[in-house]
């Protein structure tokens, strides 16, 4: 038996919670809560990742967006107060929200772009290393310059409140 | 295996297509910062889940942009939660509508 053959079913599964756990992300009441939910859809969407083949960025999804960026939310709304007074819309959300389900569902229809996937056998690491300091040096170098200057303008404006 | 494929890429697609549609909802229907906050995040997870089916050209460049990518949104996340809790401080409300009405 193949074990590749149970792969649509798990992706179902998994494609079904993360739309759960999307939901969970917007409705819940709390907001550590969701926030919470933010870190599962982060693990259920490297898992999705990791099923279409690409275990390289499902790794780094997981160690550095959902341990460091979701855990600062996490920690940060923690401190703040999950729960706060809140202004809700629910017409105007759900009519945005149905407008752009139908137009990502019409694009994925009439692009049939997932009839010609086919899994990457096998990206060793240096070959994305290698394509990405030989073609891409600049951009890397923006990319380094940008997050420290991203970490000290957080910590300024955290301080300066 | 390559019926397989296209069923798992299939899946994917739809997924992040109504992943889509939540976070467009959740960042319409709320005026509290935080919720808008989460929904973009979601939104990010619904794009890259989207980019890496589109992008089967080249698996090696497309991990090399996911990383980046992935970098990027990180970077971002920690500036908003700055600003959210430089405001939250300033004016003691998470409400995104309280910076035209206040000018806080």
Partial sequence: ??????????????GILMIFVSYL??????????????????????????LLGYYIIAI????????AAVMF???????LGG???EIKDEYKGLFTGASVVTVALLIVSSLGAYLGYTRPSSIPASNVA???LTGYTPVIALIFVALAATLIEAIAIARRG | MAIIDSAVAGIALVTSAVMMGIAAYGMTYS??????????????????????VLSTLSPALLTGFGVVLISIVSGEVIV????IAAFYRVGRTLDSSSIEEEGV
């Fill in chain 1, 73 to 79: 939310i996490i920690i940060t709304v923690s401190m």
């Fill in chain 1, 60 to 67: 780094f999804l997981t160690i550095v967006y959902v341990g």
């Fill in chain 1, 1 to 14: 038996m193949n074990p590749g053959q149970y792969l649509p079913l798990m992706a179902s599964i998994t």
């Fill in chain 1, 130 to 132: 290698d394509s990405l």
């Fill in chain 1, 25 to 50: 992300v917007v409705r819940s009441k709390d907001l550590v809560y969701a926030s919470t939910s933010l870190a599962a859809l982060g693990i259920l969407n490297a898992l999705m990742i990791g």
């Fill in chain 2, 80 to 83: 908003v939660v700055a600003i």
């Fill in chain 2, 31 to 52: 005026r509290n910062f935080i919720r808008q906050l989460l929904s973009i995040e979601v939104l990010f997870n619904a794009v890259l889940l989207f980019i890496i």
């Fill in chain 1, 83 to 85: 729960r706060s007074k």
